[in-house]
């Protein structure tokens, strides 16, 4: 069965540091989207992703952040200069529709 | 804005009964989904069912039921016949027409042998 993957699966990085976490959606999905959460928290929606360009984005998803397709199948999140605060577990998830979003095993992001 | 409320952080249940997860949510979209997603201990989201907002009847996947009351605004799941390998955290979630999804602060259940 198609399941979205992302790579890593953990990720250390230095304050001020850029990260890249990379997708690779369910192949025949169109829309596309990034998730956080931290530990021991709710899902945070960050951004969703169709046709080559964001159509949505939460107060959360600020300058720092950035989203791109860069090649038909992978689909990254970028942080500029990482915070403490931006540690937490990053979910991609993709979906046929705007029904069904299947979601990535996360990425674990700890930001030192 | 989109607002989706589980009042109950922690639920029992006994083993081979149901059980019911409530979940509340506010928006002035017109058209809206809504989901429940399982997240077990390992970490991972696991897509467990979706209604739609003009979806007449109540969505149902095996043992996994929404009972949708779309004047009330309650999205409640409804887990029958529950397994030990039902524990975990559960979470609602909305998505609106811009396709953004809020999630619920979850609910986290625990299965009795």
């Known amino acids: 069965e198609p399941e979205v993957t992302q790579t890593p699966s953990h990720q250390v990085t230095q304050m001020g540091q850029e990260v890249i976490l990379r997708c690779v959606p369910i192949?025949?999905?169109?829309?596309f989207y990034w998730y956080r959460q931290i530990l021991g928290q709710k899902v945070e929606f960050l951004v969703s992703?169709?046709?080559?360009?964001?159509?949505?984005k939460s107060e959360i998803f600020d300058d720092q952040f950035s989203v791109e397709r860069p090649d038909g199948s992978n689909f990254t999140l970028k942080i500029r200069s990482t915070k403490l605060e931006d540690s937490a577990m990053y979910f991609c998830?993709?979906?046929?529709?705007?029904?069904?979003?299947?979601f990535g095993p996360g990425t674990r992001l700890t930001v030192l | 804005a989109q607002k989706i409320t589980q009042t109950q952080p922690g639920m029992f249940v006994q083993e081979k009964e149901a059980v019911t997860l409530d979940c509340t949510y506010d928006?002035?979209?017109?058209?809206?989904?809504l989901f429940w997603y399982k997240q077990p201990s390992s970490g991972e989201m696991i897509f467990l069912i979706y209604?739609?907002?003009?979806?007449?009847q109540n969505a149902t996947e095996g043992r996994y039921s929404l009972n949708f009351q779309k004047a009330r605004k309650s999205a409640n799941l409804v887990i029958s016949a529950s397994q030990l390998g039902d524990s975990a955290m559960y979470f609602c979630?909305?998505?609106?027409?811009?396709?953004?999804?809020?999630f619920g602060a979850g609910t986290r259940l625990t299965v009795k042998p």
């Open positions: 998830a993709s979906s046929v529709r705007t029904d069904e979003q299947f």
């Open positions: 192949s025949n999905h169109l829309y």
């Open positions: 992703f169709y046709n080559n360009e964001i159509s949505e």
């Open positions: 928006t002035s979209d017109p058209s809206y989904g």
């Open positions: 209604q739609g907002s003009y979806d007449q």
């Open positions: 979630a909305m998505r609106g027409t811009n396709n953004d999804m809020r």
